[in-house]
């Protein structure tokens, strides 16, 4: 004989009983609700990663700029609404690269719905989430993006499980109490082809993985509750915004909308070619790896004024040239580098893209 079955007593008894479906009670969710279609899910939580000086940060504020604006991205529809873009790690050359939106891209810059905290934050924190959640109490948001989760992360160690699932659950809470989606840009390990680096408490807890390659092609290698878009590619094209107090030029770039045939580097010559020759031999007598976020895995870098040294015991100029004109051929120089997608800097140090390139 079966036992009597147990009355159904507990308040949360009767909240699951409520939600129990039958069978055919099930009906298919058709509408869902998305910020970008097909990339990002509304109120949800993504994670954009790939090796240093990819364009991540130039991909994901373009990405940004067009949510803000209400305007549609590659072809798709996004859902306008305010955005705020945590630099944790810019400083302020990451105004720069607005400013260079602003002026090649005004149509998506007509408006208040994009603001800025060039500021390092610490989500593993109650005190900063809470105080992120509080930013802007009268304007409800759309995107909230944390660049870059190491900066982010404050004395939590990006490889333990634990430390990252607090992380996860911080920003779940920025998540469900400002009703935004919540973006982080992330590195690559030594291993690009393994994803992010760190715990995977993060890949399992995101509802969107986007990487970008080194040649800059982007790819979703998850999607919860999407299907799998195709990849897109993007290129950078250079802004300049003024110049110094040394009359030199200050640039910064923008994203532009690329085929998988395009972002495949340009081949050099003339001048140019003498300028990625002479980096190739100051990385070969002073070239150093170095640690750091700041640079590339593993990769040789120099100091630029030792670049410029061989630069200019190469011949690019006449050796009795003006100091201006020495100074201004490197800087055509220079930017012939990275228009070219062959060098990357940061600071003082300077690098090449292709591994192929650096001296053995």
């Known amino acids: 004989m079966l036992p009597e079955p147990v009355p159904f007593a507990s308040e949360r008894t009767i909240e699951l009983r409520d939600r129990l479906k039958n069978l055919n009670q099930i009906t298919p969710v058709l509408d869902h609700p998305q910020l970008v279609k097909g990339w990002l899910t509304a109120n949800g939580l ?23 604006a209400g305007r549609p991205w590659r072809g798709r529809r996004v859902a306008k609404g305010n955005v705020v873009y945590i ?20 149509e998506l810059c007509n408006h208040s719905r994009f603001h800025l905290l060039p500021s390092a934050v610490d989500l593993s924190s109650v005190e900063d989430v809470t105080a992120i959640c509080q930013l802007l109490p009268d304007c409800p948001l759309a995107l909230v993006v944390v660049d870059t989760l190491a900066r982010s992360i404050g004395e939590g160690d990006e490889n333990s499980a634990r430390d990252m699932s607090v992380f996860v659950q911080n920003l779940d ?13 992330h590195h690559t390990g030594k291993d690009a082809d393994r994803g992010a680096r760190g715990s995977s408490a993060l890949r399992a807890a995101v509802d969107t993985e986007i990487a970008i390659s080194a040649d800059r092609a982007v ?54 070619e003498v300028a990625l020759n002479a980096l190739v031999e100051a990385l070969r007598k002073d070239g150093k790896r170095r640690t750091g976020d700041d640079f590339p895995e593993g990769r040789l870098t120099v100091e630029v004024s030792k670049w410029r040294k061989e630069v200019h015991l190469a011949g690019l100029v006449d050796p009795d040239a003006t100091t201006s004109t020495k100074s201004k051929a490197f800087t055509r120089a220079r930017e012939a580098l990275l228009d070219a997608d062959l060098a990357r800097f940061h600071g003082d140090f300077v690098w090449l893209v292709s591994r192929e390139l650096e001296p053995s």
Do not use: W
């Open 46 to 68: 993504s994670v954009v990663y790939g090796p240093s000086n990819c364009g991540k940060t130039f991909f994901v504020s373009d990405l940004a700029m067009h949510v803000a």
């Open 87 to 106: 630099a944790a790690e810019g400083g302020r050359v990451i105004e720069n690269r607005f400013e260079a939106m602003r002026q090649a891209k005004p």
């Open 173 to 185: 809470q920025i998540r469900e109490r400002t009703c935004a989606h919540v973006l982080v840009i």
């Open 219 to 272: 790819t979703a290698p998850k999607q919860r509750d999407l299907a799998t878009p195709e990849p897109v590619f993007f290129d950078l094209e250079q802004v300049v915004l003024g110049v110094d107090g040394d009359d030199e030029q200050v640039t910064s770039a923008i994203v532009v909308e690329a085929d998988a045939t395009s972002t495949k580097r340009k081949k050099l010559t003339g001048r140019n």
